[in-house]
T-cell receptor
Framework: TQLLEQSPQFLSIQEGENLTVYCNSS?????LQWYRQEPGEGPVLLVT?????EVKKLKRLTFQFGDARKDSSLHITAAQPGDTGLYLC???????????FGPGTRLSVLP | DAGVIQSPRHEVTEMGQEVTLRCKPI?????LFWYRQTMMRGLELLIY????????DSGMPEDRFSAKMPNASFSTLKIQPSEPRDSAVYFC????????????FGPGTRLTVT
């Protein structure tokens, strides 16, 4: 059983469309991170959210941490082919006893 | 500045052989992490170090796996003896602090055990 669930597992959209991917858990996390990974490379950190209800924006990407600190979402506006990749959420359990990754959402943005 | 450096990038070995993966973290970073990524299990934390000291190795799958960090600029992950189910991409990451924040990942080592 995954501590962190991500949905959808796969997503294929046209350039210019908007999309939202989700990261959910039944556990509370002290922080959640979002990474993007491209083939043959390591994950690259996009953002860390710490406070329940927190919203962070990174250009066309908007990240939200749920009020109860159990879930998070990533919204991309006007997706571009360069957004293609594997989007991973990762969480640190309270008191730092564990750090886990979700299985990821594989996004493909078609030109 | 150079990022996290891992070597080799690819390793193919036969079952039963010893495998050593190497990592050079970003200079000045205080924490180092070893991960394994497979299609079935995703990205899993194996072990991490703070100031060269192993903090949590509960993710190391078996006694065949061991990791060392003799100094602040070098770490190794050793598998002895290797088995086909160890085939995966192994990532090293480092962070400036003593927690899981702001991890910078290396390019990974793709290990194939035949």
């Amino acid at each position: 059983t995954q501590l962190l669930e991500q949905s959808p597992q796969f997503l294929s959209i046209q350039e210019g469309e908007n999309l939202t991917v989700y990261c959910n858990s039944s556990s509370v996390f002290s922080s959640l991170q979002w990474y993007r990974q491209e083939p043959g490379e390591g994950p690259v950190l996009l953002v860390t959210v710490v406070t329940g209800g927190e919203v962070k924006k990174l250009k066309r990407l908007t990240f939200q941490f749920g009020d109860a600190r159990k879930d998070s979402s990533l919204h991309i506006t006007a997706a571009q082919p360069g957004d293609t990749g594997l989007y991973l959420c990762a969480g640190e359990e309270p008191r730092g006893q564990n750090f886990v990754f979700g299985p990821g959402t594989r996004l493909s943005v078609l030109p | 500045d150079a990022g996290v450096i891992q070597s080799p990038r690819h390793e193919v070995t036969e079952m039963g052989q010893e495998v050593t993966l190497r990592c050079k973290p970003i200079s000045g970073h205080n924490s180092l992490f070893w991960y394994r990524q497979t299609m079935m299990r995703g990205l899993e934390l194996l072990i991490y170090f703070n100031n060269n000291v192993p903090i949590d190795d509960s993710g190391m799958p078996e006694d065949r796996f061991s990791a060392k960090m003799p100094n602040a600029s070098f770490s190794t992950l050793k598998i002895q003896p290797s088995e086909p189910r160890d085939s995966a991409v192994y990532f090293c990451a480092s962070s400036p602090g003593l927690a899981f924040d702001e991890q910078y990942f290396g390019p990974g080592t793709r290990l194939t055990v035949t």
